[in-house]
């Protein structure tokens, strides 16, 4: 069954760095794109950015472009999401979702991981 | 605020049916764009309901439905049970954000 787990979150200064990981399992990595997704506490989904299958096509929510980078490494079946210069609103519970067409991208998520929280406190 | 627009809160008794729209734009829905809807139990990651505006998922039962028009879509849930108190959002893509785009939720309460 897939499988989709998130690490990498915990509490971080601002200004800081932080890089999420999602280990999949279940299916084949290297034939899906795959998301990042977020939700503030109390505050509704906020989609972060894609990644295509082979990792050569990258999209940002205008929101993060410049601070967040989005990568995988398909030898791996590991998604990632590099944070930096983080900031009190980038608090929130992390996803990594799959999208499900093969070999292109239908910018929607049909498997989710539990999520991981970052809050950004000093 | 987000793109979508829905109802912040709907509710119902056991049994009945309620509707949660989903309003967007000339660059989303309007545009059209695909509708899908998610379901958030508390403490547990979204659920796929409703994909490709009126598709259901393996599993997921017939009493949820999806339509769209125009730059609108719905989300039905009939024969109302306790276990569908939840929060759905609907989802779409924008062209002119390059991006996915999320309603900013509603919350359902069965009574």
């Known amino acids: 069954q897939v499988q989709l787990v998130e690490s990498g979150g915990g509490v971080v200064q601002p200004g800081r760095s932080l890089r999420l990981s999602c280990a999949a399992s279940?299916?084949?990595?290297?034939?899906?794109?795959m998301h990042w997704v977020r939700q503030a506490p109390g505050k509704g989904l906020g989609w972060v950015a894609i990644?295509?299958?082979?990792?050569?096509?990258?999209y940002y929510a205008d929101s993060v472009k410049g601070r967040f980078t989005i990568s995988r490494d398909n030898s791996k079946n590991t998604l990632y999401l590099q944070i930096n210069s983080l900031r009190a609103e980038d608090t929130a519970v992390y996803y990594c979702?799959?999208?499900?067409?093969?070999?292109?991208?239908?910018?929607?998520?049909?498997?989710w991981g539990q999520g991981t929280l970052v809050t950004v406190s000093s | 605020q987000s793109v979508l627009t829905q109802p912040p809160s709907v509710s119902g008794a056991p049994g009945q049916r309620i509707t949660i729209s989903c309003t967007g734009s000339s660059s989303d829905i309007g545009a059209g764009y695909d509708v899908h809807w998610y379901q958030l139990l508390p403490g547990t990651p979204p659920k796929l309901l409703i994909y490709g505006n009126n598709n259901r998922p393996s599993g997921v039962p017939d009493r949820f439905s999806g339509s769209k028009s125009g730059a609108s879509a719905s989300l039905a849930i009939s024969g109302l049970q306790a276990e569908d108190e939840a929060d759905y959002y609907c989802q779409s893509y924008d062209s002119s954000l390059n991006g996915v785009v999320f309603g900013g939720g509603t919350k359902l309460t069965v009574l």
């Open positions: 279940g299916f084949t990595f290297t034939s899906y794109a």
């Open positions: 990644i295509s299958y082979d990792g050569s096509n990258k």
């Open positions: 979702a799959r999208d499900p067409s093969m070999y292109t991208s239908d910018f929607r998520f049909d498997y």
